[in-house]
């Protein structure tokens, strides 16, 4: 009679732990990218010192200094956005 017994409190503990299998529910977990904050300031315009055709050339060279940063600074999101999807992926 204990193996009887054994026997049949082993199969109700089996069939309890199947009942659980199939309820595992997966929850889907929000990421949001970890971007430094010096990229996401807005860069200041560069000031018009004169009007003479010297101060419209440093002019031009500064916005052309803001357009080679402002391009550095998507470069860098893009690359944590990069990051964020490679680790998604694994």
Not at 32 to 49: F, G, M, R, Y
């Amino acid at each position: 009679m204990p193996r009887l017994a054994t026997g049949l409190l082993s199969l109700c503990l089996l069939a309890l732990v199947t009942g659980c299998a199939g309820s595992v529910k997966t929850v889907p977990v929000v990421m949001t990218p970890n971007v430094p904050p010096h990229l996401l300031t807005p860069l200041p315009a560069p000031p018009l010192t004169n009007e003479s055709n010297g101060g419209l050339l440093d002019l031009l060279a500064a916005y052309e200094s803001l357009r080679r940063r402002a391009n550095a600074d998507r470069l860098g999101v893009s690359q944590i956005l990069q990051r964020m999807d490679d680790d998604d992926a694994e």
